[in-house]
Nanobody, 121 residues
Framework: QVQLVESGGGLVQAGESLRLSCTASGSIFISNVMGWYRQAPGKERELVATSTSGGSTDYADSVKGRFTISRDNAKNTVYLQMNSLKPEDTAVYYC???????????????WGQGTQVTVSS
């Protein structure tokens, strides 16, 4: 069982920056995807950014050019640098990790508890 803990959320003004971090409590398998989702009140949870163990990244169109996802495999940690924040970025941000055993077919999915990001104008 993997436990994820997020940190770095807070209240900022439009145009400012935040850096989120998510650390897994234990080891994860070599094949994995680490990423961030967010959910605003009354809205569906949506993908923000992902980072694969193979080195690829992907971003939602709404955050391209403003957000950057990165990872430190030695620390089992994934980061989300958020620049030029907008009020519409306000949401609870959730860390997600998907991992699979070598030679296995099942993916295991884990979620963090979420961290609140509020952007005022």
């Amino acid at each position: 069982q993997v436990q994820l803990v997020e940190s770095g959320g807070g209240l900022v003004q439009a145009g400012e920056s935040l850096r989120l971090s998510c650390t897994a409590s234990g080891s994860i398998f070599i094949s994995n995807v680490m990423g961030w989702y967010r959910q605003a009140p009354g809205k569906e949870r949506e993908l923000v950014a992902t980072s694969t163990s193979g080195g690829s990244t992907d971003y939602a169109d709404s955050v391209k050019g403003r957000f950057t996802i990165s990872r430190d495999n030695a620390k089992n940690t994934v980061y989300l640098q958020m620049n030029s924040l907008k009020p519409e970025d306000t949401a609870v941000y959730y860390c997600r990790v998907e991992t699979k055993k070598i030679g296995g077919s099942s993916w295991y999915r884990y979620w963090g508890q979420g961290t609140q990001v509020t952007v005022s104008s």
